[in-house]
Nanobody, 126 residues
Framework: QVQLVESGGGLVQAGGSLRLSCTAS????????MGWFRQAPGKEREFVAA????????DYAGSVKGRFTISRDNAKNTVYLRMNSLRPEDTAVYYC???????????????????WGQGTQVTVSS
């Protein structure tokens, strides 16, 4: 069992930056791959970024590539999402999730993830 808690969301002006954090309660991520997803009002939840815990290999949605960076800190049991050049269309609830698998390449489909955080709201004003 894993408990994931996101933090770092809030209100930011367009062009600004935020860093989201996701920490695992009680235990480490144990080499499981991690991902970030988001859901905007009236939209389906979509993939944002993922990282292979062991290899550090990352993957990004095309809409955030070049602006967002996913990273992890093994010692702190934490995965981050650094978001730069934020746009109003980035407004959404952001979720972190743990993959069902340990693999060198992270998965992007959400059915590959078995534990989910409660989400943190990111609002970008124009």
């Amino acid at each position: 069992q894993v408990q994931l808690v996101e933090s770092g969301g809030g209100l930011v002006q367009a062009g600004g930056s935020l860093r989201l954090s996701c920490t695992a309660s009680g235990r480490t991520f144990g080499s499981y791959n991690m991902g970030w997803f988001r859901q905007a009002p009236g939209k389906e939840r979509e993939f944002v970024a993922a990282i292979s815990w062991n290899s550090g290999i990352t993957d990004y949605a095309g809409s955030v590539k070049g602006r967002f960076t996913i990273s992890r800190d093994n010692a702190k049991n934490t995965v981050y999402l650094r978001m730069n050049s934020l746009r109003p269309e980035d407004t959404a609830v952001y979720y972190c999730a743990r993959s069902k698998r340990i693999s060198i390449v992270p998965a992007t489909a959400q059915d590959n993830y078995d534990y989910w955080g409660q989400g943190t709201q990111v609002t970008v004003s124009s």
